[in-house]
């Protein structure tokens, strides 16, 4: 069982990664000439959100094991 302590340390993981999505998708949006650097942040933003729904699985599934 996780106690929680740790599922609040996950949860500001999580808040923290969608944090980090929210800044580099905005950084994408507003390059109005569609660099390469926008199209690095793009990619940083997908890796962002990726992260914190993998995150967001791991601690469901713990939750899910310990009922």
Known sequence: ???????????????????EFHRYDEQANSD??????????????MGFQEAAHLVKAALHDVDVKSL
């Open 1 to 19: 069982m996780i106690s929680s302590a740790a599922r609040d340390r996950i949860k500001l993981a999580i808040d923290q990664l969608e944090e």
């Open 32 to 45: 109005v000439n569609n660099s390469y650097g926008a199209a690095l942040n793009r990619g940083k933003a």
